[in-house]
């Protein structure tokens, strides 16, 4: 089992930034990714980045450059640094891992971001 413990969301202003930070714990294997999908009311779950433990990244279409992806020290942690926000970024994040081995996959409880003015 793993547990996922995702913070950093919020209300920003249109053009603002924001970084989300998750941290997974439990019974972590060689294999893994981690990231976020995020969701609105009435849409699907998209994808939004993910790391593999290679330090491959991949990104949502929609990110366009806005946003990265990392896991610079600490282990099984992530960050999302999400910089020139837009009001069609306002979704729930949820933070995902994915064991590739067992292809498995947990997730957050999930953190709003509110982008408005």
């Known amino acids: 089992q793993v547990q996922l413990v995702e913070s950093g969301g919020g209300l920003v202003q249109p053009g603002g930034s924001l970084r989300l930070s998750c941290a997974a714990s439990?019974?972590?294997?060689?294999?893994?990714?981690m990231g976020w999908y995020r969701q609105v009311p009435g849409r699907q779950r998209d994808l939004v980045a993910t790391?593999?433990?290679?330090?491959?990244?991949n990104y949502g279409d929609f990110v366009k450059d806005r946003f990265t992806i990392s896991r610079p020290n600490a282990e099984n942690t992530v960050y999302l640094q999400m910089s020139s926000l837009q009001p069609e970024d306002t979704a729930v994040y949820y933070c995902?891992?994915?064991?590739?081995?067992?292809?498995?996959?947990?997730w957050g409880q999930g953190t709003q971001v509110t982008v408005s003015s």
């Open positions: 995902t891992y994915y064991d590739v081995i067992l292809r498995q996959q947990y």
């Open positions: 439990g019974s972590i294997n060689s294999r893994y990714a």
């Open positions: 790391i593999f433990n290679t330090g491959g990244t």
